[in-house]
């Protein structure tokens, strides 16, 4: 299950009422997907196609159509787990698929800003945006193993969701401003800035975590010892 599947960290910038409410909004929405055929771990494939497609025109310096399939690809990507609760056919494969499907998919996006700014001979874009996907990366590997040892480990102010609304809002902005150029001018200011806050957040995120992991390991093993006999 994805960061915007799960119930939010502590300290994010989306609260977790707005969540809810998108959550419980989008299921209407993947039952109809659901009553065409579309299994929920088809939507999940349907989502990664959204973001194959959302690379190749960042690729193509397309900014603003990027923009938009990235926020359009962020709520699609609820569909598949509201159409697995809704239906019962929750399961951990289905749980595998979804989460390896974002990850992927984000890698992807990343992997066409990254191109569009070579193509555009922007260097710094070609940096920030390489910074911003291992800072992602680093977010949700270092979720993974906190609960892969028992711990919680979603706080932090840029999970996904906040991740997807920061760079939908650079891209979109990045083509009205005129698309990005070699200089640090016209569109290319806006882009560089969101993927650097985007590295920021993320490894801001990333030591959250680490703390709040490190925090919840000596609770539980001062709790064990105060318990021995």
Same mark, same amino acid.
């Given at each position: 299950?994805?960061?915007? *599947?799960?119930?939010?960290?502590?300290?994010?910038?989306?609260?977790?009422?707005?969540?809810?409410?998108?959550?419980?909004?989008?299921?209407?929405?993947?039952?109809?997907?659901?009553?065409?055929?579309?299994?929920?771990?088809?939507?999940?494939?349907?989502?990664? #196609?959204?973001?194959?497609?959302?690379?190749?025109?960042?690729?193509?310096?397309?900014?603003?159509?990027?923009?938009?399939?990235v926020?359009?690809?962020?709520?699609?990507?609820?569909?598949? #787990?509201?159409?697995?609760?809704?239906?019962?056919?929750?399961?951990?494969?289905?749980?595998?698929?979804?989460?390896?499907?974002?990850?992927? #998919?984000e890698?992807?996006?990343?992997?066409?800003?990254?191109?569009?700014?070579?193509?555009?001979?922007?260097?710094?874009?070609?940096?920030?945006?390489?910074?911003?996907?291992?800072?992602?990366?680093?977010?949700?590997?270092?979720?993974?193993?906190?609960?892969?040892?028992?711990?919680?480990?979603?706080?932090?102010?840029?999970?996904r969701?906040v991740?997807?609304?920061?760079?939908?809002?650079?891209?979109?902005?990045?083509?009205?401003?005129?698309?990005?150029? !070699?200089?640090?001018?016209?569109?290319?200011?806006?882009?560089?800035?969101?993927? #650097?806050?985007?590295?920021?957040?993320?490894?801001?995120?990333?030591?959250?975590?680490?703390?709040?992991?490190?925090? *919840?390991?000596?609770?539980?093993?001062?709790?064990?010892?105060?318990? *021995? !006999?």
């Amino acid at each position: 299950m994805t960061d915007s *599947q799960k119930p939010a960290g502590d300290q994010s910038f989306i609260p977790p009422e707005a969540r809810a409410k998108v959550r419980s909004g989008a299921v209407p929405i993947a039952l109809a997907f659901g009553r065409l055929g579309i299994t929920p771990n088809g939507l999940t494939v349907i989502g990664f #196609g959204i973001a194959i497609v959302c690379a190749v025109l960042a690729g193509a310096e397309q900014w603003v159509l990027a923009g938009l399939l990235v926020v359009g690809g962020g709520v699609f990507d609820l569909f598949d #787990g509201a159409l697995a609760r809704a239906t019962g056919q929750v399961s951990k494969l289905g749980a595998f698929f979804d989460s390896t499907f974002d990850r992927w #998919g984000e890698a992807v996006i990343y992997v066409g800003v990254v191109y569009g700014c070579a193509r555009a001979g922007f260097e710094l874009g070609v940096l920030m945006g390489a910074l911003a996907m291992a800072s992602a990366f680093l977010v949700s590997y270092a979720r993974a193993k906190a609960e892969n040892i028992g711990v919680r480990g979603d706080i932090g102010i840029a999970d996904r969701t906040v991740r997807i609304v920061i760079l939908t809002l650079g891209l979109i902005v990045t083509g009205l401003a005129g698309g990005v150029v !070699p200089e640090l001018e016209r569109g290319s200011v806006w882009l560089a800035s969101a993927l #650097g806050a985007i590295a920021v957040m993320a490894t801001i995120t990333v030591i959250q975590r680490i703390l709040s992991v490190r925090s *919840q390991v000596r609770a539980a093993d001062a709790a064990a010892t105060a318990n *021995q !006999p």
